[in-house]
């Protein structure tokens, strides 16, 4: 059974910083292409960084330079480093595979507001 489990979220300072987990299990984690997604309220969810099975990364344009993604194929675990938090960044954030998503873990809330 595919079960992805995302943890780090909070409430934060415009500025500030996050470190965001996720832990999957039930496939073969290394050989996938990963994806942080995050979905707002009213909006659709959508892929906001990207990590290939080598470890080649890819940012939406509104997270270059801000965020960092990265995984432990030892460990089925992908990690998102958040900096510089923006309030647009509020959101439910969560993992998954980057091609053809299975089902949804349930999320961890990240919260920018002064």
């Known amino acids: 059974q595919v079960q992805f489990v995302e943890s780090g979220g909070g409430l934060v300072q415009p500025g500030g910083s996050l470190r965001l987990s996720c832990a999957a299990s039930g496939f073969i984690f290394d050989i996938y292409a990963m994806g942080w997604y995050r979905q707002a309220p009213g909006n659709q969810r959508e892929l906001v960084a990207s990590?290939?099975?080598?470890?080649?990364?890819h940012y939406t344009n509104s997270v270059q330079g801000r965020f960092t993604i990265s995984r432990v194929n030892a460990k089925n675990t992908m990690t998102l480093h958040m900096n510089n938090l923006k309030p647009e960044d509020t959101a439910v954030y969560y993992c998954?595979?980057?091609?053809?998503?299975?089902?949804w873990g349930q999320g961890t809330q990240v919260t920018v507001s002064s």
């Open positions: 998954n595979t980057q091609y053809e998503p299975w089902a």
């Open positions: 990590i290939s099975s080598d470890g080649t990364t």
